[in-house]
């Protein structure tokens, strides 16, 4: 595994072969194979793995928010970053969950309940901030009838009464320009637009807040790239 994840940034998904990961880490290709006998199960390992640990750092950041007090615009900024931060350590990783498919691998669904915990702590945060009446109300709801699949309400713990009833759809836009604007960081395509990126985040996490009624404090300390 740490043979593969240093293979990443240099090679890609598609350059992990047992033969690839066997040189990286000084091994014998029947040992790799012992573990790991095809391709897709080693990547099937580093998916689960980076989801597991961008989440996790999620969960830390908002354990700590929460300990310290802050409200849920507060809670947001600090998840986000978190997720920034361990994006930016592990550009491999990032790229192997967020970026183009792997052609020839199809994710099992054991990479499903790890991929999860990123929107489950969006999630949260959105919906402490619903229960403590820190969200406004929206200006205009989804038209027509609900969007959403049973999962999403699962994951949310229900859908919310008007005029909140549309929340859940919020939320999955707000998770989406989350990992969006990662994408255009992480792959630079933002360095040449805006003088500072990490302040250009906060403000970007703080506009896609504003969708769900939800007021990101920018005054706190902001991170450095």
Do not use: C, N
Request: aromatic fraction near 6%; charged fraction near 20%; charge should be negative.
């Amino acid at each position: 595994m740490a043979a593969a994840r240093r293979l990443l940034p240099k090679e890609g998904a598609p350059g992990l072969s047992p033969e690839a990961v066997a040189a990286e880490g000084g091994l014998a290709v029947s040992d790799v194979a012992a573990v790991f006998p095809h391709r897709d199960d080693l990547l099937t390992a580093l998916v689960v793995d980076a989801y597991d640990a961008s989440a996790a750092a999620m969960e830390r950041a908002d354990a700590d928010a929460v300990a310290g007090g802050a409200p849920a615009g507060a809670r947001l900024l600090a998840v986000t970053r978190a997720l920034r931060a361990w994006s930016f350590a592990h550009t491999g990783e990032f790229t192997l969950i967020y970026g183009s498919p792997v052609p020839g691998y199809h994710a099992p669904q054991d990479t499903v309940p790890p991929a999860s915990r990123t929107p489950a702590v969006l999630a949260g945060i959105v919906r402490a901030a619903l229960e403590g009446g820190e969200l406004l109300p929206p200006r205009r709801t989804v038209p027509g009838p609900p969007l959403l699949r049973p999962e999403a309400v699962q994951l949310f713990g229900g859908v919310p009464d008007a005029p909140f009833s549309d929340i859940v759809e919020r939320g999955i836009v707000l998770w989406s320009s989350l990992i969006g604007l990662l994408v255009f960081q992480v792959f630079s395509r933002t360095h040449d637009s805006v003088r500072d990126e990490s302040a250009y985040f906060d403000f970007a996490i703080a506009v896609a807040a504003e969708g769900i009624g939800l007021t990101v404090p920018l005054d706190e300390p902001a991170h450095t790239d």
